[in-house]
RNA sequence: GGCGCAUUCGUCUAGCGGUUAGGACACCUCCCUCUCAAGGAGGAGAUCGCGGGUUCGAAUCCCGCAUGCGCUACCA
């Protein structure tokens, strides 16, 4: 790169951050901090009938969750200030004015519903549906009348009726768009707002970005940019545009798609060192086998050579298979502490809070393997936690049992168990294998009835480690509860 | 309708003129095993969208077509 990089995420306060923008924010990250370059983040509140409250807050905060800091932007400062175009208004104002003056733009008086008129009109001859340039030739006595009518303008910019833009993607390669189809855009609203072709291209310039990265979609409006640069003699940035993000029909991902917002993830338990590895690998990849990949090896490895050309879809299953990758690499203690948020919330409300972290540290081990996403672990686990256990009393007695037969057994372990003074799982096992020995029945037998004695379910974490977490208080109960069950419940 | 871009297993992808088209997720089988996972070993799954070229040779280069997606707002 012959001069330092500089590149900008650049998110409008629309709503929850779609982790399609979050995908590009990691390239533009990954980007900056491969090359050494400046991060920016820059918010483009320029609409001001979407913006959402909080937006901003929410933008910023999965940013800082993913682990991705900016060099300048909000909260931050930097030389290039400010970052919000809200605060930049004069900038663009300005440049609109020169576009004017030097014929490169024009106002627009037409109204919403002309333009609309029009747009059907155009549509029913199966034209395409731009603007017909009405307002381009307006003479000076046609525009004084119309400001005496107290007409507020827009500015559009005079796009050449002849000739073509061209430009070389550094994903797609030579894009190439004859001038002829594109409209007389519109580049300052009758608010006085700019709208997203003229700001992005104003503070591109003003911030000195090198590199633009952005989605696919904007391919088709970057000739749009292009003249404004040529106009306004700016030198303009290269220009990346990475594939889209799509739902299982191939259309943009979008909300009915489901989860699309990043804190989604979040919420649900995904850990956001997977969020980071999973969402840097739509659209890129190192090369045929390295997938997991942490923030270092990422930054150290990205380039944009190797970001695809076809939207990919996201993968919910893979996601979820990454996701069990890092819980498993997880330390117990980062574990129990990444846990301990899911289990106050989806543990039965019958279970008292707040949840004792130690019981909850001693379980850790035997769910880690066993969850892909966090807040499974209240539904794989509350059978630790609740009082009583909720299941069928058939589920007692398992193959080749009979009521009698796992009665019989179920009395005769909780003999043994309740002589034991240490509920060590190894101790456990050595009781409970002698234990089938002596009643002539299978290991497995005995353990499945425990199981589900213990437990209330047949799929659980190995038996002896779970009862000893249990403990053996928890333990005697329950299968005093389950030896009840059987012989109360006749007719099985 | 116009314009643009794309097209390799179900999905994510490797491939950048000569490979038995490789890997991962999901799926199936087996092993391990007290169940469930995790792990290990296998398996199935892609005539590389279609049709023409170029070339000794094409998933790879060129041209058509088809399909999909994107844009086509005083939204970004």
Same mark, same amino acid.
């Given at each position: ?36 370059? $400046? ?106 009348? /119309?400001?005496?009518?107290? *007409? ?8 050449? #009726?002849?000739? %073509? ?31 997203? %072709? ?28 292009? #003249? ?23 259309? =943009?991902?979008? /909300? ?14 995904? #850990? ?17 086998? $390295? ?26 299953? =893979? ?37 004792? *972290? ?20 209240? $539904? ?53 294998? %002698? ?6 029945? =299978? ?35 329950? *299968? ?13």
């Amino acid at each position: 790169m012959a001069q330092p990089v500089r590149v900008r995420f650049a998110p409008s306060p629309t709503g929850s951050p779609h982790v399609g923008n979050i995908r590009t924010a990691i390239f533009d990250y990954l980007m900056a901090r491969h090359y050494g370059g $400046t991060f920016v983040l820059r918010i483009e509140d320029t609409d001001l009938a979407r913006k959402v409250d909080g937006a901003v807050e929410d933008i910023m905060d999965a940013l800082r969750w993913v682990g991705i800091d900016w060099d300048e932007g909000p909260e931050v400062g930097g030389d290039y200030g400010p970052y919000f175009q809200s605060q930049r208004l004069p900038l663009y104002t300005e440049a609109a004015r020169r576009l004017v003056e030097q014929g490169d733009a024009y106002c627009c008086y037409c109204s919403p519903e002309r333009l609309e008129v029009m747009r059907k009109e155009k549509a029913a001859l199966k034209q395409s549906t731009g603007y017909d340039r009405h307002c381009r030739e307006l003479n000076p006595q046609e525009r004084a009348q /119309k400001e005496a009518e107290g *007409i507020t303008p827009v500015v559009r910019f005079k796009v050449p #009726l002849e000739g %073509h833009t061209d430009f070389i993607d550094l994903i797609y390669g030579d894009v190439s768009f004859d001038h002829a189809t594109i409209d007389d855009f519109v580049m300052l609203k009758s608010d006085g707002y700019p709208t997203y %072709h003229l700001a992005n291209v104003v503070d591109d310039a003003a911030m000195k970005i090198t590199h633009v990265i952005r989605a696919e979609e904007w391919i088709s409006s970057t000739p749009r940019h292009l #003249l404004i640069y040529r106009a306004l003699g700016l030198e303009p940035p290269q220009f990346v545009h990475h594939p889209l993000i799509v739902g299982p029909d191939r259309a =943009k991902l979008s /909300k009915r798609h489901a989860d699309v917002s990043l804190l989604d993830y979040r919420a649900h338990g995904y #850990l956001p060192e997977t969020m980071l590895n999973f969402l840097s690998l739509i659209g890129w990849s190192l090369d045929d086998k $390295t997938e997991i990949m942490n923030r270092q090896e990422l930054i150290d490895y990205f380039s944009l050579d190797r970001i695809g050309r076809t939207g990919a879809i996201f993968n919910r299953d =893979k996601l979820d298979w990454m996701n069990g990758v890092y819980i498993r690499g997880l330390s117990v203690e980062d574990l129990t502490s990444r846990v301990l948020p899911f289990l106050e919330k989806g543990l039965p409300e019958e279970v008292k809070r707040p949840v004792d *972290i130690g019981y909850v540290r001693q379980m850790m081990p035997l769910v880690q393997e066993r969850i892909n996403i966090l807040e499974n672990a209240a $539904t794989y686990a509350d059978f630790f936690f609740v009082d009583e256990l909720e299941y069928e009393t058939a589920m007692l007695v398992g193959k080749k049992m009979t009521p009698e037969t796992a009665l019989a057994a179920l009395k005769a372990a909780g003999e043994r168990l309740s002589s034991l003074n240490k509920f060590d799982h190894n101790l456990l096992e050595d009781t409970l294998r %002698h234990l089938a020995g002596d009643l002539e029945i =299978k290991t497995g037998q005995l353990f499945s009835l425990l199981r589900v004695a213990t437990t209330g379910r047949n799929a659980t974490p190995p038996l002896f480690e779970t009862m000893a977490v249990l403990g053996k208080e928890r333990c005697m109960k329950r *299968i005093k509860a389950a030896i009840t069950r059987l012989e109360t419940s006749k007719g099985l």
